[in-house]
């Protein structure tokens, strides 16, 4: 792991950019371009960070890439990448690309011995999709072209990648890449689904979390919070190996709030994502409490992989609430820049009630969750009221009303 240190301060907003600027199901065009004019846009959310899903050539999705070296027609050219590239760096955004190098699609100009093979000898398939031919890792020209392809894309800007489907490869693979990268402060997270060892044996930065993101709804809806605090004692596991890629929504799954049975849980929910340990993301629309839900059929991710309008005055007024939600919690986050890799310990733990207390040496804050209906007390003597919700209204520190959560120092 050598590429934490900016990563330390980095809040992403990812986005889907097929969807993002109405390419996904269109012909060539230069439409990347859109994006520049939603920048501000992230940064007054409070982002450090662009996390953009496939740009590279590919059949539909983007995730069936055909021309790594290549933008995808659809969204536009070389100079549309340079553009965009500039115009985020100079607002001070990182750039992260998605690297989508453990399958290709079927029009990838590839040598045969470059794609892996099943027993029976036919050529390996990612998870039953016909269309997503898996590469061989074991073939050293799938490394060098991996290594060329990241180091061009790092050459022309980009701060990092996110690797799709890491853990469908041996982890060290991603090892070996690593020693052969020329960017030695590139930022490298894994697409995995659990994330146990995966992260030192592959010596990446980063694991996406999802561990934690299933608990965070789940406990809410459940009204468990006894899961969020198993998760939690697991994830400062994670942390002696990396900083996993916290979040409670991406491009592959049904929206937060679409998820949460209960709507007045979705600050609990970004309380904890803001406040424990990890590299926090927001998927766009998220912040404008948007709503999707993901379906297992042909066109299935459409409702979580939106086009956007032309801009944010085009917004409906309906969702600015929750983004001056996401800006509070995100200013707090970036007061607070040691919580990247702080650890969080639960007490005063019941169904419905808890006390996370965040600490990093002698930095410590207190997240109080209360999604049941009568108020709480908590014991927090000496605390000072940080970000809550109900507002505070002159009480107690420790108190939180019923469904409601606050953040102490």
Known sequence: MTGMGWADHVIWWHVYPLGFTGALHAGPGHR?????????????????????????????????????????????????????????????????????????????????????????????????????????????????????VMDHWLDRGASGWRLDAAYAVPPVFWRRVRERLTHAD??????????????????????TQYELWKATWSSLNDGNLFELAHALQRHNGFLADGVPATFVGNHDVTRIASRLTDERHLGHALA?????????????????????????????????????????????????????????????????????????????????????TSSSGDDRLVTLLNIGDEPVDFPVEGSTLLESDPPSDGRPAGRVPGHGWSVLG
């Open 32 to 148: 990347l371009g859109r994006l520049v004019d939603w920048l501000d846009y992230a940064v007054e959310l409070g982002a450090s960070g662009l996390q953009l899903g496939p740009v590279f050539a590919s059949e539909s999705h983007g995730y069936d890439t055909v021309d790594h070296f290549r933008v995808d027609p659809r969204l536009g050219d070389d100079a549309d990448f340079d553009r965009l590239v500039a115009a985020a760096r100079g607002r001070g955004l990182h750039v992260l690309l998605d690297g989508v190098f453990n399958h290709v699609g079927r029009g990838f100009h590839a040598p045969d011995h470059w794609l892996r093979r099943t027993p029976g000898g036919d050529v390996a398939v990612f998870e039953g999709h016909g269309s997503l031919l898996a590469l061989n890792h074991d073939e050293p020209e799938v490394l060098d072209h991996v290594v060329t």
């Open 186 to 207: 590139a930022w490298l997270c894994g697409e995995v689904i659990h994330g146990d060892t995966y992260l030192r044996e592959s010596g990446l930065d980063s694991v």
């Open 272 to 356: 904890v994502l803001f406040t424990v340990g990890g590299v926090p993301g927001v998927y766009y629309g998220d912040e404008q409490a948007f709503r999707g839900v993901k379906e297992d059929r042909d066109g299935g991710d459409d409702e979580v992989r939106p086009e956007f309008p032309a801009t944010p005055a085009d917004l409906s007024p309906l969702g600015w609430p929750t983004y001056r939600l996401h800006q509070r919690l995100i200013g707090l986050r970036r007061r607070h820049p040691w919580l990247t890799h702080a650890r969080t310990e639960a007490s005063d733990l019941t169904n419905t009630a808890v006390a996370l």
